[in-house]
């Protein structure tokens, strides 16, 4: 039995949506130098190169977010990631990146695995992470040193971890928000959009 | 597919120039989806808009047309290229307000140099131009400019000089200013550090490397025994082995009598002298590969004895019935066959080192006229508005003109009877 015959369960799903956060994010950071570029090193994964961070404490933030978000990904009680790229003298957004989960809860119920091969879920992934890398065709130029955080959209009822604290939304006022490509895996669909300050120019 | 049209943008990402600013989506997606259009008659309608307004405009504040009027350029054109005509507009823009001192500390106006002497070919000309002219000496953004352009040529010192002049001058906003300063610094260390960790990783490699098939020198009296160690000064000698380095050495021909040719060498030497080899043969236009015909074989006829005894020979052909390939590439140059006598073959010429015109001569040279128009020397005068039919970035003509200040008319005297009307009706 081949893996791309292979369907894929809730788990797998979590997983795989996990994973592709982390390697998202670190493009984000990466492509938009919020951290030196020597401080990151290159991988190969969905069949393209990846920029990966060896900084080891930025490493362990992202561990830490990612393991906690794989777990709300298999609760299916996770509505959107969101990374906020905010200067660090001003504290003004200016960007801001948008990937809503849908999740299909169903599948919490039946444990029956969806047909979907893993090839066909990662051609999406791959896609949606050659467009972030495309985005620096019309993002402004991040003029001064920058800072990011993350936020996580969660089920009202939740309990808050330790390591998480309530925030606002960071919404940047007068944006111009891009649509980015979607994947699904039949279990989770993430759309991606992009917001970033409007130009002055109109 | 709701984001089939929103994948425009990355389909041609390489043809898209990236802003400082960044693109507005709308104007980029509109652009990319004119461009397939062919004529593209609304961006000619928008852009001859502009123009019109550049010259009809009588408000107190002209640079904001050119303002809105480049901005627009460059929205539309993210490909930059000819068509934008970016950069004949900076250039008019840059040269209508030069003798305006009231718009020599703009930030609008200081954007529009910047703009302009990223477009030139030597952008550091232009910053002394502006500095000794007095634009933009009071504006951070231009300090800014100009220390990222020495950056950009490697020279950090001046760089870091330019900031000191920012700061001595007072430029607005020093927040800013201070701010890029800071991240410079932080570069420039940063650069050294890398510097140094690349410096001290070269030492290590500069141990001694091992050549291969280098002689060497053996060790043992009775028995020749190869050393352990095969670097250094156990190598008796380059001359058998494989040369590591290019550097062709010529010494050593004496234990072989064959010269390898070396491209690099003779290139120095220059074509000047013709070599002599007594195998060249002149090449003809002729002389390719597998051209000449096959020949018959029995014609050739073997040397016979005849019955005295002697031999007789096939007398020898003085030439070789064919041409013998020679490459093209390695054709001695003044043994080229020319047919015209070479005095008279003076068709092509090296280009001699034209006076090129820069855009900052140019700018110069119309500041020199004004000045003398100033005093009274000029010697042309046009008797025409000269300066609105050229002023925009495309020349106007005087029935645009006179069309454009019509409509404006009708427009005005339309509205005033409008207006004439509803007073009418109120009195009523």
Redesign the interface.
Known sequence: MTSTLKGITLKGSAEMVAEFFSFGINSILYQRGIY?P?TFSRVTHYDMSLQLTTDPKLKNYLTNVVTQLKEWLFECTVQKLVLVITCL?TNEVLERWQFDIECDKSAKESSAPREKSIKTIQDEIRSVI??IT?T??????L???CAFDLLVYTDKDLVVPDKWEESGPQIIDQS???????FTTSIHKVNSMVA??????? | M??GG??D??LS?EN?Q????????S??HQALSQQQDGPNSAINQQRQAFESELRMYDGDDPLCVWD?YI??T??TF?QGGKESNLTTLLERAVTRFSEEKNYHNDPRYVDFWIKFAENCAEPLDIYRYMQAQGIGVTQASFYIAWSEEHENQGNFRKADLVFQEGFKKCAEPHDRLL??HK?LQARVS?QAL?NMEKDSSDEESKQPERVSLAALKHRGKKRAIAPVIRTGSAIKGLSGGLQSNSAPVLSNVSNSRLVIFDENKTEDAGPSEPKLESWAVPPTSRAKENEPKPEKWCDIKMPQKTKYGHTIMAPPPAKPTFQPFVEESDQPPTMTPCKINPAVNMVLSARKPSKEETPLKRLQDQQQQHKEAKAGKLQEQSMYCKELLLSGATEFCFEELRAERYFKKMVQESQEAGTAEKQSNGCF
């Open positions: 030196p020597e003298e050659r467009q495309a620096v065709t019309f993002l402004p130029l003029e001064t040193p111009e928000e891009v649509r980015l490509r979607s970033y300050k409007k130009t002055d120019s109109a | 709701a984001e929103d994948v943008w990355e990402k898209i990236p802003l400082r600013r960044g693109r507005a989506i104007a980029l809105r901005k627009w460059e929205q993210p701010q890029f991240a940063r890398l």
